[in-house]
Nanobody, 123 residues
Framework: QLQLVESGGGLVQPGGSLRLSCAAS????????IGWFRQAPGKEREGISC????????NYLDSVKGRFTISRDNAKNTVYLQMNSLKPEDTAVYYC????????????????WGQGTQVTVSS
């Protein structure tokens, strides 16, 4: 059974860090493109970053460049999103998703989603 499970979210103070994990089962992550997205209350889901099956990383969100980094551990079949220097405006539900093709920043082009993990940045 195909499954994506995000973890690592939580409450963090401004300036802090979190590492989100996206663990896959039922398929092999490194054969596909995996994207990270987020959705804040009242806002549309937006693409953050993607890692292709060749390991090419693409960033889509200017506001997180230099702070967020996507990576993949093929042995653990897991993709990560390292988030540093977090700001209150980073508060959102974070999702990972798989695309049976190349990377894209458009949520509608992804084929399967995890359930999301809440990240709250607040003092």
């Amino acid at each position: 059974q195909l499954q994506l499970v995000e973890s690592g979210g939580g409450l963090v103070q401004p300036g802090g860090s979190l590492r989100l994990s996206c663990a896959a089962s039922g398929f092999t992550l490194d054969y596909n493109a995996i994207g990270w997205f987020r959705q804040a209350p009242g806002k549309e889901r937006e693409g953050i970053s993607c890692i292709s099956r060749r390991g090419v990383m693409t960033n889509y969100l200017d506001s997180v460049k230099g702070r967020f980094t996507i990576s993949r551990d093929n042995a653990k079949n897991t993709v990560y999103l390292q988030m540093n220097s977090l700001k209150p405006e980073d508060t959102a539900v974070y999702y990972c998703a798989v695309r049976w093709g190349t990377c894209s920043g458009r949520p509608a082009e992804y084929d399967y989603w995890g359930q999301g993990t809440q990240v709250t940045v607040s003092s």
